[in-house]
């Protein structure tokens, strides 16, 4: 039973970094594509970024591009969200999610599942 554990969220003002974590168990994570999701409340669930296999390529959505960066540790099962120059529309509770197949990097949410239970990452002005 693949689980995945998120941490790092909290309150920061604008302009501040966070650093998320999720730790996953139950999968061969270094055959897996991660991705970052978020919701903010009232709106959908949108792709942040992923990260393939080996951590080499990462795809981001553009209002992310340049602030946040996605890395990952296969030794310790753990993938980061390094997020900087936050502002408010970053507001959310932040999941990470497995590729549904080996190997392959996608840009979809629906091209993930076993997501986490979510941290919540609030940016105040």
């Known amino acids: 039973q693949v689980q995945l554990v998120e941490s790092g969220g909290g309150s920061v003002q604008a302009g501040g970094s966070l650093r998320l974590s999720c730790s996953v168990s139950?999968?061969?994570?270094?055959?897996?594509?991660m991705a970052w999701s978020r919701q903010a409340p009232g709106k959908e669930r949108e792709f942040v970024g992923s990260?393939?296999?080996?951590?080499?390529?990462?795809y981001y959505r553009d209002s992310v591009k340049g602030r946040f960066t996605i890395s990952r540790d296969n030794a310790k099962n753990t993938v980061y969200l390094q997020m900087n120059r936050l502002n408010t529309d970053d507001t959310a509770v932040y999941y990470c999610?497995?590729?549904?197949?080996?190997?392959?990097?996608?840009?979809?949410?629906?091209?993930?599942?076993?997501w986490g239970q979510g941290t919540q990452v609030t940016v105040s002005s």
């Open positions: 990260i393939n296999w080996s951590g080499g390529l990462t």
């Open positions: 139950g999968r061969t994570f270094s055959r897996y594509t």
């Open positions: 999610g497995v590729g549904k197949s080996e190997y392959s990097i996608s840009v979809y949410v629906g091209d993930y599942d076993n």
